[in-house]
């Protein structure tokens, strides 16, 4: 049994503040691989037991010994999914539009959600409960999604049950990791990337689902583009439910964060695809289209006509500081020796090609761009509102795609810059140019 999918520190410690509120007993003896009693049955799963849990080889998986009071059930699970979606006008035209009402039902009760699962779930609403709504969102819209491409019934199951276990691994993980709000260093993004072969684990664990959930919980930070982790893999090596998945946690990023601070809804998602057209398969974005189409979502007037002269002023500041980290990692990528091998080097030749090209079409070095942002006049409001928070949303995203691309550089530089290079030093340097240009920029935007 994988250490960190079972009784790991972090996830006893879980188990641990759940029972302050929620008993969590042993409902059966516990004993290590050698027969030795660890804990008997009708403890309470408390700190002060942990010692006795944390490290321990067990006959058995801990999660199969234990009860956690206030259990999720498979009703109640449906009911989490429709209370979440009600909170969202936008997402509740969708969920009615598409008829998804009858699917969601069958997924929930009909399938008959295995019972680890649920207690799982219920440990991750109750100590992550943000992770938990976005289990909530990505497992309702990858499904949404599958079902819109005509998916087998069989990839629609395993697509539920791949979204709703691909990040219990975060239970796993350092917790002030998981809550951080500000960039990862190396070593937290390396420890936080462990995410998903720990959640495969735990599938693994909780029942003998189809192959595709595994492939798809430890592929679904992966990119068609070769820009994901943990192996770089392009368009012909992943399978469909993982990139379901991977868009849908992309759209709730956007939805359910950045969106609640401005107003959008999903009616403003489309900048975020088209910028983003070469990361998921594209017959993803082809259902994603066709579902807000049906929905008819109403865009709205977002800029207020008052203030909405700062929104030209703000993108013409971004496109300066898109242009320097352009300029930059230009630099840094005629930097690598010509030896430079390996799937790291390919990745981020890769990336700096995608964001080249969306900086040429996006008219970034276009003079008649410039002038018209500088020009934009009170009176032009009803004409230029759209186009303009379009430009802003696109810039954002762009931001997302340097962040994305610079997270590749310290693998490429530890693992395939040859060692007789003197120039390692110099890479480290431009790196850590490149990270601070890119905290004034996300500094700047927000």
Known sequence: MSKEAGNNEHYVNHLSDVNETNDVVATEDIYNSTGALLLPKGTAIEYRVHDFLVG???????????????????KSLENEFVDYIQKYPDLAK???????????NQLCIEKQ??????????ILKIQLPGIFDQTLFSTWLACLLAKQMKLTPQQVTNTFYA???HDL????????LVNKKSHYTSEEWHSIKQHMLISTAIAKLIHPFDDEVYRAIKEHHERCDGTGYPNELHDDKLCNVGQLIGLADMICHIRTRQYNLTGKSMANILPY???NLNSFKFESYQAMYAILQRAELD???????????SVPKRIILQRVRMMQLHFAFSDFVKMLPPDTHGKHRNALLDSYKKISNIITRGGFTSPETLDWLENIKDADYNEVHQELQELDDMQYELLWLFKKAFRIIPSC???EVPDKHDITSQLKEKMTILDQNLLQAWTDYQ
């Open 56 to 74: 321990h080889k067990m006959q058995q998986q801990l999660d199969a010994l234990i009860s956690v009071e206030g259990c999720l059930t498979d």
């Open 94 to 104: 969708i969920h009615e539009s598409s008829k998804f009402a009858s699917t969601l």
């Open 113 to 122: 959600i295995p019972r680890i699962l649920l207690q799982k779930l219920t």
């Open 163 to 165: 979204g709703l276990i």
């Open 169 to 176: 691994g975060l239970l796993h993980v350092e917790p002030t």
């Open 273 to 275: 695809l088209q910028i």
């Open 299 to 309: 865009i709205g007037e977002l800029l207020d006509r008052q203030t909405f002269l």
């Open 413 to 415: 530089i530890n693992e």
